[in-house]
């Protein structure tokens, strides 16, 4: 998986990167945990996928499964997450209120809020991810959820998803909460692999 650095060396970009149904859901109705290790979890944690992601996105995994592999790889591709308040409310009751603590972390709620772990805005998420843009570092990341995907399409520059193979028919949209709007992406790299996952990367066409 070579095509970020050759495609976008020096530029701060943001990519939304993250798993899906083929159905297009990224969690279930109650948005709790899709992961194949938890309770009624249907994303796939194991498999011949998982090596080559760890290996091309090692900050994506979370700090507590990097210390318990030993994992101490540096960043490669994002120094700085996003995440909406489900998602990150998430993690609180799985006890895990800073799952990605190598990266700085922004959560994205309407109520104000004030941690010395996080940045919490209130505010417009474009207008901050735009001033982000701007900064110098490694890329950003958007783990989720499909709500704050959907407020910041206009600001995605590529999209990863790990396609799973698995149908829920209902849940939480990769882009939730938008109506009918038709949006062209050019697909630049893809992966299928034994396990049934399909890692799919896309620009904006």
């Not at 210390?67 to 591709?77: H, I, M, P, R, S």
């Not at 697909?187 to 996952?197: E, F, K, P, T």
């Amino acid at each position: 998986m070579q095509w970020f650095e050759e495609e976008v060396v020096g530029v701060r970009e943001l990519t939304y990167f993250t798993a899906s149904t083929l159905d297009g859901f990224v969690a279930d109705p109650s948005g709790g945990d899709p992961t194949d290790t938890s309770p009624g979890g249907f994303f796939l944690t194991q498999g011949d996928h998982s090596e080559p992601l760890l290996t091309a996105y090692p900050e994506t995994l979370p700090g507590a499964v990097r210390d318990l592999l030993g994992l101490d790889a540096e960043n490669k591709v994002f120094d700085t997450v996003l995440m909406g308040r489900k998602t990150w409310e998430l993690g609180v009751r799985l006890g895990v209120p800073n799952p990605y603590p190598r990266l700085r972390t922004l959560v994205f709620s309407r109520r104000d809020r004030q941690s010395p772990e996080f940045e919490f805005v209130s505010g417009d998420p474009v207008e901050r991810v735009r001033k982000l843009k701007q900064e110098s570092g490694l890329g950003i990341w958007l783990c989720g959820g499909g709500g704050l995907a959907e407020s910041l399409w206009v600001e995605i520059d590529v999209l990863v998803v790990k396609v799973n193979p698995v149908v829920i028919g209902a849940g939480v949209k990769l882009f939730d909460g938008g109506g009918f709007d038709v949006r062209r992406l050019r697909l630049i790299d893809h992966q299928v692999y034994d396990s049934g996952v399909a890692v799919m990367t896309y620009r904006k066409a």
